[in-house]
């Protein structure tokens, strides 16, 4: 089960950070990811923790988000600086039992709920 936290509305150059809890399964060797739908658009991959432990982010984000993972929390992070009003969307948890390359979203077989991230401008 995978459950998200910190979704909110900011202006254009704030920050918002995401949390992810994981249970029910080995989190240490899980890939966890996160991913974002805005309205009318397709779900896209924003930043995962690949199975070596390093974090991967999508371009648009590069720079502006960090990704992190906590083993003994069970937990997922995703700290968003700089936000922009492009960035507004619904933010999924995502998990597999493996990662060492980018997976579309039906690749993912775990999610959580999402939560909303407005920015406006």
């Known amino acids: 089960q995978l459950v998200e936290f910190g979704g909110g509305s900011v202006q254009a150059g704030g920050s918002l950070r995401l949390s992810c809890v994981a249970s029910g399964y080995t989190y240490s060797k899980t890939c966890m990811a996160w991913f974002r739908q805005a309205p009318g658009k397709e779900r896209e991959g924003v930043a995962y923790?690949?199975?070596?432990?390093?974090?991967r982010y999508a371009e648009p984000v590069k720079a502006r988000f960090t990704v992190s993972k906590d083993n003994d929390k069970n937990t997922l992070h995703l700290q968003m600086n700089s936000l922009e009003p492009e960035d507004t969307a619904t933010y999924y948890c995502a998990a597999r039992d493996y990662c060492f390359r980018d997976y579309p979203p039906e690749d993912w077989p775990y999610w959580g709920q999402g939560t909303h991230v407005t920015v406006s401008s």
């Open positions: 923790v690949d199975s070596n432990g390093i974090p």
